[in-house]
Nanobody, 122 residues
Framework: QVQLAESGGGLVQAGGSLRLSCAASARAFSSYAMGWFRQAPGKEREFVAATSWSGGRTYYADSVEGRFTISRDNAKNTVYLQMNSLKPEDTAVYYC???????????????WGKGTLVTVSS
């Protein structure tokens, strides 16, 4: 069983930055691919970014490519999402999730956090 806890959300003006963190309680954290996903009001949950177990491979949604950076520190059992140049359309609840092995898709994620709210004002 893996427990995930996100933090770092909040209110920020458009153009600003936030850094989300996700702490994992997993003995084999380095065996999990990790991802960030988001869900805006009235919309389906969508993929934002993911990283392989080593951090050597990263994947991004087109909408955040070049603005967001995912990273992980396996020694701290933590994955991060650095969000720059934020836009009002980035407003959503952001979730981190873990998948044993390689990242494949949102539906394949094994464990989910409870989410942290990011609000970007115009």
């Amino acid at each position: 069983q893996v427990q995930l806890a996100e933090s770092g959300g909040g209110l920020v003006q458009a153009g600003g930055s936030l850094r989300l963190s996700c702490a994992a309680s997993a003995r084999a954290f380095s065996s999990y691919a990790m991802g960030w996903f988001r869900q805006a009001p009235g919309k389906e949950r969508e993929f934002v970014a993911a990283t392989s177990w080593s951090g050597g491979r990263t994947y991004y949604a087109d909408s955040v490519e070049g603005r967001f950076t995912i990273s992980r520190d396996n020694a701290k059992n933590t994955v991060y999402l650095q969000m720059n140049s934020l836009k009002p359309e980035d407003t959503a609840v952001y979730y981190c999730a873990a998948q044993w092995g390689d990242y494949t898709s949102l539906k394949a994620m094994d464990y989910w956090g409870k989410g942290t709210l990011v609000t970007v004002s115009s």
